[in-house]
């Protein structure tokens, strides 16, 4: 067994090649209530772990925390235990017209508008999930009776950047991406995923993310009613259930 790693506190005695990434510590516990035998084992900083069983696999719940910095970390350090499989799970801001409150968000890769990416690939490099989890995740959706959009996701540094850019030195900067996002077709804002994508290939480690829509601003600014959804359940739901498919495709 080696030394805990520094920031989540754990070492390989588990045993997991599986691992969801929330950023919300409180959400770690909802995901593990999936798992078998489901148990926290740590609580350091931003990362707080349950471990458990999917189909008698050892599999973490651990959260990131709030941004780049702090997943990669994750990322890092949990490949150090052995973890070769990750799955983001979280929340996000639609962006196009379709990407309702409540939809999921299965990203195919994500526009690296985040700073811990750049420290580890140039930004010519691109951040894509896994073909395999992001197919799993698809499929588990499908399963699942969830309605989901398969796309290009931003990552970004500033939450308020996004949601009050007017307020920013830089807010003619921010304003005229934003606009090439989605005239690009972006579906969604979030925080995390270029990042762990990027850390995910860099370490040979395979990543996925499926993300709950809380609101869609564009919607809001346009002056058409909604209600923010801040219920995860789908999100968690189709990330274990994802899980589960890539063990009993990788069994067969």
């Known amino acids: 067994m080696n030394n805990p790693e520094y920031h989540i506190g754990l070492t390989d005695e588990f045993g997991a090649k599986y691992a969801i990434l929330p950023g919300d510590p409180a959400r770690t516990e909802k995901i593990a209530s999936y798992f078998d035998k489901p148990r926290e084992i740590m609580f350091n900083r931003e990362y707080r ?17 709030i941004g780049g910095p702090s997943a990669a970390i994750c990322v890092e350090e949990l490949a150090h235990i052995g973890v ?8 996000c801001g639609g962006m196009q017209p379709d990407v309702l409150p409540g939809d999921l968000i299965t990203a195919t890769g994500a526009i690296r508008m985040d700073g811990t990416s750049k420290e580890y690939m140039p930004i010519e490099f691109p ?18 009776g969830y309605r989901n959009h398969t796309g290009i996701v931003q990552a970004k540094d500033s939450f308020y950047g996004q949601h009050n850019p007017d307020s920013m030195g830089a807010s003619y900067e921010l304003k005229s991406k934003w606009e090439a996002w989605k005239k690009g077709g972006c579906l969604a804002s979030e925080m995390e995923s270029s990042a762990i994508f990027i850390a995910a290939s860099l370490r040979r480690l395979k990543a996925g993310a499926v ?10 600014g346009g002056g058409m009613p909604q209600d923010r959804n801040l219920d995860p359940e789908a999100a968690v739901r189709t990330a274990v259930e994802a899980v589960r498919i890539l063990i009993d495709s990788r069994r067969a």
């Open 49 to 65: 772990t349950f471990g458990g069983y999917i189909e008698g696999e050892p599999v973490l719940a651990i959260s990131t925390g």
């Open 84 to 91: 070769k499989t990750l799955i983001r799970t979280g929340t």
């Open 211 to 220: 993300f709950h829509c809380v609101w869609n601003q564009e919607l809001a």
């Open 127 to 144: 951040a894509v999930a896994d073909l395999e989890v992001t197919n799993a995740l698809v499929l588990a959706a499908e399963r699942l």
